[in-house]
């Protein structure tokens, strides 16, 4: 298992490496020039130039990339251009919130998704089976972002019940698990849970409903263990799998929550990305984008190595 | 009913066992006895109802889906009456059943040591260390090969043979009486086949163990079975022990399943010969006896009215209208029998 680890750790690291490359040149693809934005429509072509050297615009390509991973490697992923402030410490403000948003959505939507799938998995064909694969459907193809927009409409503005957006009462953008706060996370988190529920449960239901009909199952009865004790089994085996799909879920989450986290405002990432971007904040954009990447990467690792733990036969294979 | 030669109680009788799912009805009929401490081969092509006549000894049928009538006594319960707790008791307890393709009937994500303790703890209060020791302990009285390593196997690691035998260990974990066993053997290689059949005879030699083992393998039901049942379309056309079947076989099914063996040296160039045509289908049962279309005596008689079960020697029982016939005719040699059909 420790070996199994190790080699996995080996095999991510070139996947890291161009990750990083990937992530350096995509921003530098994009049209516009960084600077223009920041600096005065009257500026000189000296200052112009001091300011390229100084981020290091004035020198080739690969250069650029070779400074710029050597500072990432030391924890320096630069400043930026908008605000002046470490992006280091921008990225980490934004991903501790969007991890909170994503965390909160992911739990939401594996337990209902478990739930309904579940059921629907065992009651195949049932009225329960019709009303869980119905939401689950709608559950995948909704509009997330019309959908946050009706919440806000229902839950805030017509009910007041809900505040609409932010992250929290004070607007600071540090989210503390209070009940105050936790008011706040409601709306985006259910907008969010929505579309890992309906996959969750899709696939949950025709896993367990597999599972149901493979031999073993009559085998477990057939030795007298009762539906719990076959439920168990039935858990068990398809755990590895609604695993992966929760985790790559997660990952999806944290980076493509753009629409949600702009819809309430939410300070995460996708908040972020969304300011680097129009604001051509290119240090803030490669850090966020190659901060996102890594999650995935980490991500799948872990989740591979559950997987392993979980499912004897994929350690071999 | 009462049968005054044999004062035990059988180890399983089923009598007028009928089993439909929707308007098919798979087994039509079926009256079986086991007596204790006998091993016996229930024999017959795909879809006779065979696996079926078995499964719905232990129940395993979802009430919903199929409907059971008749009645079926096991180990000495009467298994149609028995209520879910009781019916969770008797399945692996009292009468236990081993699969077709043990890899598919293990549990993948479970080691097999673990399935067995599972099922030993389900039925009795017993610690995890000594029912870990009675798994130790089945695993070398059906010969796996290092015991103790074997049970932290998934069953994928193991080879084909020793899933088998695993199997059998799980099966025998509880003591039951009956066994039943849904062509063990037709998922190994030929040189594993007979190991395991050699294996569950001894064991039923030794545990006084009563054995139903559903095959199309006419080789291994001799070798193992005390008594044949050959099923056809849902009922049992003969019975009798397994001497009589294969030597003196009065029904015409029997006697095509006996010629159409590969038997011995085969001469160049001879055929193989085949029963002629396709079991019919059971969700439209014609009137008669269901073989008429197949058979190469066919009387009229036949298509309309099906044959009562009658007794030609002690023991030895046949549906069939021209016993008599068809044994005069499989006495008479090798040939006659062959029906081209167009």
């Given amino acids: ?40 429509a009257d500026a000189t072509q000296a200052t112009i130039d001091e300011m390229r050297a100084a981020y290091g615009f004035d020198k080739p390509l690969p250069v650029q990339y070779a400074i710029w991973l050597w500072h990432v490697l030391h924890g320096d992923l630069g400043v930026s251009i908008a605000t002046g402030r470490p992006v280091a410490q921008e990225v980490g403000r934004a991903v501790v919130n969007s991890l909170i948003l994503a965390s909160v959505a992911t739990l939401i939507g594996f337990t209902f998704g478990v739930f309904f799938g579940f059921v629907a998995g065992y009651r195949r064909n049932s009225i ?29 503005a017509t009910l007041g019940w809900l505040p609409p957006t932010g992250a929290g009462p004070d607007g600071s953008g540090n989210w503390r698990p209070d009940f105050e706060h936790l008011r706040y996370i409601i709306l985006p988190a259910v907008t969010m849970a929505v579309i890992p529920m309906g996959i969750i449960a899709r696939t949950v239901r025709a896993l367990v409903g597999d599972i149901l009909g493979q031999d073993f199952v009559e085998a477990l009865r057939a030795k007298g263990l009762s539906e719990t004790g076959v439920f168990k089994h039935v858990v068990r085996n398809a755990a590895p799998t609604a695993l992966a799909i929760m985790g790559l879920q997660l990952g999806y989450l944290l980076g493509g929550s753009i629409l949600i986290e702009t819809v309430f405002a939410w300070p995460g990432t996708g908040f972020l990305l969304n300011a680097a971007i129009f604001q051509r904040d290119l240090p803030l954009l490669q850090g966020s984008i190659l901060v996102l990447a890594m999650f995935f990467v980490a991500l799948n690792l872990i989740v591979d190595v559950m997987q392993t733990a979980l499912d004897p036969r994929i350690e071999r294979a | 009913m009462t049968d005054t030669t044999i004062p035990t109680v059988p180890a399983v009788e089923l009598s007028g066992l009928r089993v439909a799912f929707g308007k098919t009805q798979v087994v039509d009929g079926v009256d079986l006895r086991l007596e204790r401490g006998q091993a016996l081969a229930l024999i017959g092509e795909s879809g006779s109802g065979k696996s079926v006549t078995l499964r719905a000894i232990l129940r395993l049928y979802a009430p919903g889906r199929s409907r059971i009538e008749g009645t079926i006594f096991a180990a000495g319960r009467d298994v149609l ?7 969770s008791e008797f399945r692996g307890g009292d009468v236990s059943m081993i699969f077709q393709e043990p890899l598919l009937a293990f549990d993948p994500v479970y080691t097999v040591g673990n399935q067995i303790t599972e099922s030993i703890r389900r039925h009795e209060t017993i610690s995890a260390r000594d029912a870990r020791a009675r798994a130790l302990a089945l695993f070398e009285r059906v010969r796996i090969p290092s015991p103790e390593r074997r049970l932290d196997n998934y069953p994928h690691e193991m080879s084909g043979g020793m899933r088998q035998r695993a199997m059998i260990a799980l099966a025998l974990a509880c003591r039951p009486q009956v066994l039943l066993a849904d062509e063990p053997t037709t998922a190994l290689d030929a040189t ?31 070798e193992v079975a005390d008594r044949i049942a050959v099923m056809y379309a849902g009922k049992i056309v003969e019975t009798g022990t397994a001497r009589q079947v ?97």
């Avoid at chain 1, 070996?3 to 049209?31: D, E, M, Q």
């Avoid at chain 2, 594993?192 to 039901?221: C, F, M, N, P, Y």
């Avoid at chain 2, 269901?290 to 099906?306: G, I």
């Fill in chain 1, 1 to 40: 298992m420790l070996l199994y680890i190790l080699k996995r750790l080996v095999t991510v690291t070139p996947v890291a490496f161009g990750v990083s490359v990937v992530c350096f040149l995509l921003v530098h693809l994009a049209p516009g020039d960084p600077l223009s934005a920041v600096l005065p």
């Fill in chain 1, 128 to 156: 329960l089976d019709r009303i869980a694969s119905a939401l689950s459907v709608f559950g995948v193809s909704v509009p997330h972002y019309w959908l946050g927009m009706v919440l806000v409409i229902v839950f805030s």
């Fill in chain 2, 81 to 87: 009456a028995l209520d879910k707790r009781a019916l």
């Fill in chain 2, 192 to 222: 594993v086949q007979i190991q395991v059949l050699l294996l569950l005879r001894e064991l039923q030699r030794d545990l006084g163990l009563s054995i139903i083992i559903v095959t199309h393998d006419l080789g291994a039901a001799v």
């Fill in chain 2, 246 to 342: 294969v030597r003196d076989p009065h029904h015409p099914y029997t006697i095509g399943l006996l010629r159409s063996r590969a038997e011995g040296a085969m001469d160049k160039g001879s055929r193989l010969q085949t029963i002629p045509g396709s079991p019919p289908d059971l969700a439209n049962r014609p009137p008669g006896c269901p073989f008429a279309p197949r058979c190469f005596l066919v009387a009229d008689r036949c298509r309309k009215e099906m044959p009562p079960a009658a007794a030609i020697a002690p023991g030895h029982v046949i549906a069939c209208w021209r016993g008599e016939e068809a044994s005069a005719a499989y006495r008479a040699g090798p040939t006659p029998v062959a029906v081209e059909m167009a």
